[in-house]
């Protein structure tokens, strides 16, 4: 069964301190790696996918790494608006068995960032 | 705006009334997915169609809730007999298939069942 993992739970940063999430996954075959940001309240919003080990993307502040274990979502210098809980999924590959296109999502992270 | 929609955005409701909830998908995507999140964890699957055929179910589904897309566009999910826990959010999802697809989300269906 897939599973992932995030860390840490709850991340409260001073408004240009840099940090990063992690996002664990166990999974047959991944065909992609996605980090999604929620608003409370709100559905999540696409950031980033990620298909192969070694794979980077950026956006503003934000950038996303992948290795074949886990990957990263660096948050360079944040800024207020960034606070929100950020989720990271994976989806499987073919003969994974069930689905081949449902994410399975981790628990996500509450950042909090501080003016 | 052309993202996904949903309605309604929240829905109050006694234990055992029945519940439907529509969403419509970006359009020309021809995946849709519904999902469903509670308090402090991450969405769920429930299940997904490609146009009209609902091709899985996740075993979450229990027999009261039931999905339909008739034409391979809009989708409704019903809730029949709620319970208080299927107070949760529900949320849907579409994307266009091909090898490397996204999902884009809508702003979900808050239910409350008392």
């Known amino acids: 069964e897939d599973q992932v993992t995030q860390s840490p739970e709850a991340l409260r940063l001073q408004e240009g301190e840099s940090s990063s999430l992690n996002c664990s996954y166990t999974v047959s075959g991944l065909r992609g790696l996605f980090w999604y940001r929620q608003d409370p309240g709100k559905g999540p919003e696409f950031l980033f996918t990620?298909?192969?080990?070694?794979e980077e993307k950026e956006k503003e502040r934000l950038k996303a790494t992948l290795t074949k274990k886990e990957s990263f979502l660096h948050i360079t210098a944040p800024k207020p608006e960034d606070s929100a809980t950020y989720l990271c999924a994976v989806q499987a590959g073919w003969g994974s068995g069930g689905s081949n296109y449902k994410l399975t999502f981790g628990k996500g992270t509450l950042l909090t960032v501080n003016p | 705006d052309t993202g996904v929609s949903q309605d309604p955005r929240h829905k109050i409701t006694k234990r055992g009334q029945n519940v439907t909830f529509r969403c419509d998908p970006i359009?020309?995507?021809?995946?849709l997915y519904w999902y469903r999140q509670t308090l402090g964890q991450g969405p769920e699957f429930l299940t997904y169609f490609q146009n009209e055929a609902q091709l899985e179910k996740s075993r979450l589904l229990s027999n009261r809730f039931s999905a339909e897309r008739p034409k391979g566009s809009f989708s409704t999910l019903e809730i029949q007999r709620t319970e208080q826990g299927d107070s949760a959010m529900y949320l849907c999802?579409?994307?266009?298939?091909?090898?490397?697809?996204?999902?884009?989300f809508g702003p979900g269906t808050r239910l409350l069942v008392l």
């Open positions: 999802a579409s994307s266009i298939h091909r090898d490397q697809e996204t999902q884009y």
């Open positions: 359009s020309e995507h021809n995946r």
């Open positions: 990620l298909y192969s080990a070694g």
